[in-house]
């Protein structure tokens, strides 16, 4: 009964999307107020060819993956698309009824979510999800599909490609589940994919080796794409075209050489030259401020050791990078540092004195000196608290200070983080993300610290929004001469920050020392995949990449 | 089937034993504050305190309680409930058939209940904030409001006064024909079936809902899956964890808490069995009762304990 014949009428042999003017709006429902309807994409028009790709690049709130899911006439969470047409193969998809659109949906255009580990449903095998669209939509019997599927994942570079599909989304890496999704979309041999950021969520390593199957499945397969993503430099590997999208509007539109090389409008020469931020390497001091000598720490009562014998240096009013992939045991040596898990052999030195291991037993003093910073702005502001009570809490707590005094000096450092005094009676959600981390940063400065721990500070937030944050803090460590212990996997925004690189893979330290020191040639080899891995706005910088490596990714 | 899930139901099943035996120490030490003297209740007012101290005796209360619970606990684990005080009768014989009809009443209320529960929560949430979604939250809150004694009368008010199609009282005998005895149930039946129906509906509307907030419900309706096979193929599988717990909780309750029901309609059952002898203070049934009610409760609770672990795909399929 599900099987229905594949009809796709085919009026214009050369133009597969074509969208006019596209209007969406959603109702907003902001607590004690009305509900407002906001315009989310106002008038859009693109147009896109058989077998090409067009990337959609803005920062978020720009639209680019409304626009994405208005070509298979979908809206997100109560999005309406209120205006406009969307011409696929030659027929408006959007005068048709909901029966209409669900014969497009996995037939003619498919998707590629952000995040795979979330778009797959947990409780079923892969194989069964990935011809599911397939199956459907009557692309062939079932045996055929998943032979197709096995081809499939040939292609993209999955291991043991003929029983992948038997495992549970849970038993397969990220990057994997990523290339599956891939699989999926390209199983029920659609005209259209969209991919909405499928790299981002993955570590660079892992991102490129993504990257380079979804360009080679493309071509093969002569499918078109739209490649939604807020990275410039990875939109520039696969796409023949990019549009340049905020706030809902599109700023430019033109061939990727162009837009990388000879950006007309103010906001794209902004995207293009992100991360160039000069920032001038310290020399050494005599004495360091925080010192890390030998630590080994561990989850599990010991069973699991993540930090083996890590040995860094953090000088006075200085930035130590400390750089690697996720699980390589980044945010272990902060927590190690902090207290909050006890190394179990070595020793911290702050300030001329032995850190004790557990958080409990430091005095006040040792915990005003050490301050931290997280990545999810979010989730570490109390969203019940004012901006007042949130920066005003550390200095109620290690000064006494109380009042008028208090208020005093929350302005002081809210003019310091750049925010007007208007801010002061805000609550968190009233915020914007980079509002938030800067929020964040003026919390722990309130405690007049010596080291300032960033775990991915920036590592949420838009690139030009980072750009902000990263100039913010080379700024107050020139004011306050505090020194930063920065965590990240990116290793632009560490060459933008570092005065010292700790590289770290897998527990261990494997290169350290001064950024010059670090990012000079001749490398060791998993500096050089990390180096090589990071995405450079250049067309045909990808496969030169590929090409160059010498070893492969830990985790993909 | 890989070992952690072995070794997590040998857990729970481990737990379940040891809270047994707990349930069985509260059972003893609670029949034990009871106010009253059984042996002075079995001879009435006018026994002469010798008669009352001898009866004692041979009953024996004068030992110590430490004594009489092991006494009594050795005796639960060789299948000896002991004797009625009152009437002298082996409790296990005249437990088993009550125990009979209460599993039969029970079994009959959930094979009706649990499947329409579900389906009318997958129909809910199919057609959610519809006016089907809110008539069916609607009536099943009004059945759910309404006292399970109030609903009893009310049916046989209906079926069984006005309209003579039904038994008001649902006698039960042994040998009696099997739908001669379904017809007997019927009324009791349905009053369990609207008191539980409500629960378990609502809890797989909201499991599922919840699951439906997920990012693999949204790849599912962009493969172009229609709503309800979107609904029943990715996410209720997502939602039988909560599902089953519900579902063990509302049978543990059609077997447990059906003492209200049973006395309405002078159904033969557990409950009426263990009312009779409360108000008798014949304290060896009550404990028994309270034990059976008690493993059945905790059995029920294992099996959805299990029945979610098997449920969890990273249990069964470890890395």
């Known amino acids: ?556 | 089937m890989g070992s952690p899930v072995l070794t997590l139901i040998a857990q729970r099943v481990a737990l379940g034993i040891l809270l047994l035996f707990a349930v069985s120490v509260l059972i003893f030490a609670g029949t034990q504050i009871l106010p009253g003297d059984v042996a002075q209740s079995i001879l009435g007012q006018d026994a002469t305190p010798e008669a009352v101290a001898n009866l004692r005796q041979e009953l024996g209360l004068n030992d110590p309680a430490y004594a009489r619970y092991f006494h009594w606990l050795g005796g639960v684990l060789t299948g000896d409930l002991g004797s009625t005080l009152t009437t002298r009768q082996e409790i296990a014989k005249t437990l088993m058939p009550r125990l009979w009809n209460t599993l039969f009443l029970a079994f009959w209320a959930a094979i009706v209940a649990v499947p329409l529960a579900i389906v009318l929560g997958l129909l809910a949430v199919r057609y959610r904030n519809g006016w089907v979604d809110k008539l069916i939250s609607g009536l099943a809150l009004a059945s759910t409001s309404l006292p399970e004694f109030f609903i009893g009368y009310l049916l046989i008010l209906s079926f069984a006064v006005t309209q003579q199609w039904l038994p008001a009282i649902s006698t039960v005998y042994d040998g009696m024909p099997f739908f001669d005895k379904l017809k007997a149930i019927v009324l009791p039946a349905t009053a369990l079936v609207l008191v539980v129906l409500a629960h378990m509906m609502r809890m797989t509307r909201a499991a599922i809902l919840n699951v439906m907030q997920s990012a693999y419900i949204e790849t599912a309706e962009l493969k172009g899956l229609s709503a309800s096979a979107v609904i029943r193929k990715h996410a209720l599988p997502n939602a039988v964890a909560p599902i089953i717990n519900v579902v063990m909780l509302n049978l543990a309750f059609l077997i447990v808490g059906v003492v209200v029901v049973e006395v309405i309609f002078v159904y033969p059952g557990m409950g009426q069995y263990l009312v009779d002898h409360v108000v008798k203070r014949d304290v060896p049934v009550v404990q028994a009762v309270g034990l059976v009610f008690a493993a059945i409760y905790i059995g029920l609770n294992i099996v959805a304990d299990v029945a979610a672990i098997l449920a969890n795909p990273r249990l069964r399929h470890p890395k």
């Open chain 1, 1 to 556: 009964m599900m099987v229905k014949v594949r009809t796709k009428p085919r009026r214009e042999p050369d133009i597969l999307l074509d969208i006019r003017n596209l209007k969406v709006e959603a109702t907003v429902y902001s607590p004690g107020e009305k509900p407002r309807d906001v315009t989310i994409v106002d008038g859009v028009s693109l147009l896109l060819k058989r077998g090409k790709v067009l990337g959609l690049i803005g920062e978020s709130g720009a639209g680019k993956s409304t626009i994405g899911l208005s070509s298979m006439g979908y809206g997100r969470g109560g999005v309406r698309i209120t205006g406009g047409e969307v011409f696929l193969n030659g027929r408006d998809i959007l005068k048709g009824g909901v029966r209409d659109l669900r014969r497009v949906r996995g037939s003619e255009v498919c998707y590629v979510a952000q995040s795979a580990a979330a778009a797959f449903n947990p409780a079923l095998r892969l194989m069964d999800q990935v011809v599911e669209a397939a199956l459907l939509h009557g692309v062939g019997a079932k045996a055929e599909a998943e032979k197709r599927a096995v081809a499939l994942f040939t292609k993209l570079r999955l291991p043991d490609p003929k029983s992948i599909g038997c495992r549970y989304p849970h038993q397969v890496s990220g990057g994997q589940l990523q290339r599956v999704m891939t699989a999926m979309a390209l199983c029920s041999e659609p005209d259209l994919i969209v991919f909405d950021e499928p790299t981002t969520a993955l570590d660079v390593t892992t991102q490129i080796d993504v990257l380079a199957a979804i360009k080679d499945a493309i071509r093969d397969t002569g499918v078109a794409a739209l490649y939604i993503t807020h990275d410039l430099a990875v939109v520039a590997q696969v796409s023949d075209e990019i549009m340049v999208l905020r706030d809902g509007k599109m700023v430019e539109h033109g061939e990727t050489q162009q837009i990388i090389k000879a950006p007309r409008m103010d906001y794209t020469k902004a995207l293009v030259s992100v991360r160039s931020i000069e920032h001038e390497e310290k020399g050494p001091t005599p004495k360091p401020l925080l010192s890390v000598e030998h630590v080994t720490a561990a989850y599990g009562g010991g069973a699991v050791k993540v930090l083996q014998d890590v040995s860094v240096n953090v000088q006075p009013g200085q930035t130590l990078a400390v750089v690697g992939e996720s699980g390589s045991g980044k945010s272990t040596l902060a927590r190690a540092i902090t207290g909050l898990l006890p190394p179990v052999a070595g020793s911290i030195t702050f300030a001329d004195r032995t850190l004790t291991p557990k958080l409990a037993d430091r005095s006040k003093d040792d915990l005003r000196q050490l301050q931290m910073i997280y990545q999810m702005a979010d989730v570490a502001l109390n969203p019940r608290q004012t901006v007042r009570t949130i920066i005003g809490r550390p200095l109620e707590f290690y000064f006494g200070m109380r009042g008028k005094e208090r208020d005093a000096r929350v302005t002081e450092l809210l003019d310091e983080i750049e925010m007007s005094k208007g801010f002061i009676d805000r609550y968190p959600a009233e915020l914007s993300g980079g509002q938030k981390q800067r929020v964040c940063i003026a919390r722990a400065l309130a405690a007049k610290p010596k080291l300032i721990i960033c775990d991915e500070v920036t590592s949420a937030l838009d690139p030009l929004v980072a750009d902000g944050i990263l100039k913010l803090l080379l700024r107050l460590q020139k004011i306050e001469d505090v020194a930063y212990l920065f965590i990240s996997h990116d290793l632009a925004t560490v060459k933008a920050i570092a005065d010292s690189i700790a590289v770290i893979y897998r527990g261990e330290v494997v290169r350290y020392g001064s950024k010059t020191q670090v990012l000079t040639p001749p490398f060791d080899a998993y500096t050089d995949l990390l180096l090589s891995s990071v995405p450079e706005m250049e067309v045909g910088w990808l496969e030169h990449a590929i090409h160059g490596r010498r070893m492969e990714s830990a985790g993909n």
